[in-house]
């Protein structure tokens, strides 16, 4: 299941490799499946072009760009096989360590998980930055989360079946599957540079990410928010004594001012702090409660008729319009 928005110098090379990787394994039957993320260049004509000349390929085209995790559990609704296998079009992820996770998890394992190694290509501020942001999530969540993980995984069909049975929108699907549990088993892989392209994760995203990941799985930022309000509390009271002496053994000070300095330190201090943290988790009551879909599906190819009726959860997606090729071959992964 390959994600894909503005992929267009990529994602002919990606199908290539997943093509080969897929004819070391005769004995298995695979599908293909690509959700195209309301991409803007050329990424979706492309898909079709492939579509065309290999029937294993489907496609779903959303209405608009609904975000990567999204983008990732419309491929987990429409995947059909025995086990399911995420990947990144950016070849980042290498293809070819699927077999890997294919003999894991003919060995019994549910979820054979990727972390990565040597990582090429990436700055020091982002690696560093990736390092702590999985190490606070550990200390914040109630579920241990692997280090050094991303969506690129085999997981078996009763963790698929699990995953579709959990609606939440603001979607972290690395902690779901740590969440979900079943035999888990970290594969080690060197990550590679993008074969092409900029990443799709400007610094604004990786923030939103980082607070999803942590909102979804841990309540503790509300403790969190209750000890700053302690500390904020005790220093103000530090600048309550100051105000005081001030106003007592000075002569400089303005009338107002030392009720004023004791209001705002106070008072602002308890409640501020708070009250972002509070407003994040109300904003997520607020989405869940609008019971929108998750996502649009504008166009779907390479589907066959009963295949199309199933391809995503009616309780979170909704079909716009539809395209369909010939019957394609059996589900995601079969052995």
């Known amino acids: ?14 199908l290539a490799r997943v093509r080969a990787m897929c004819a070391t394994q005769p004995e298995t039957a695979f599908e293909i499946i690509c959700v195209d993320d309301g991409s803007r260049d050329a990424t979706l004509e492309l898909l079709r072009a492939e579509q065309a000349v290999d029937e294993r390929l489907r496609v779903l085209s959303f209405a608009r760009n609904f975000g990567h995790q999204i983008a990732v559990t419309a491929g987990i609704d429409a995947a059909s ?11 980042q992820d290498p293809p070819e360590a699927i077999l890997a996770m294919i003999a894991k998890w003919r060995e019994g394992y549910d979820v054979v998980y990727g972390v990565r190694g040597r990582r090429e290509g990436e700055s020091r501020f982002k690696l560093t930055t990736a390092r702590a942001f999985y190490r606070l999530l550990n200390r914040l969540s109630e579920v241990p989360i692997p280090l050094d993980t991303g969506d690129f995984r085999l ?3 009763p963790v698929v079946d699990a995953l579709k ?23 080690t892989y060197d990550r590679a540079e993008r074969f092409a392209g900029v990443s799709k994760y400007p610094l604004r995203k990786m923030l939103r990410f980082a607070t999803d ?14 000890g700053l309000g302690l500390i904020a509390a005790g220093l103000s009271l530090l600048g309550i004594v100051y105000a005081l002496a001030m106003r007592i053994f000075t002569s400089s000070w303005v009338e107002g001012w030392t009720a004023l300095m004791i209001a705002v330190l106070f008072m602002g201090g308890v ?20 019971g929108r879909p998750l996502y649009l599906v504008r166009e779907r190819l390479g589907f066959s008729e009963g295949e199309s ?3 995503t959860a009616p ?17 995601a992964l079969r052995g």
């Open 1 to 14: 299941m390959i994600p894909c928005f503005n992929e267009q110098e990529v994602i002919e090379e990606t």
């Open 309 to 311: 009726k199933t391809a």
């Open 165 to 187: 049975a959990m609606p939440e929108r603001h979607r972290f699907v690395r902690g779901m599957v740590a969440w979900v549990g079943f035999r888990q088993y970290a594969l």
């Open 315 to 331: 309780a979170r997606s909704t079909a716009v319009t539809e395209r369909r090729a010939a019957p394609a071959a059996a589900g």
């Open 81 to 91: 096989g025995d086990a399911v296998v995420l990947i990144d079009a950016d070849l």
């Open 155 to 157: 997981m078996s069909r």
């Open 213 to 226: 990941g942590i909102l979804s799985f841990s309540a503790r930022p509300l403790q969190v928010a209750t």
């Open 271 to 290: 409640q501020l702090l708070s009250l972002g943290v509070i407003g994040e988790y109300i904003a997520r009551i607020y989405d869940e409660a609008k």
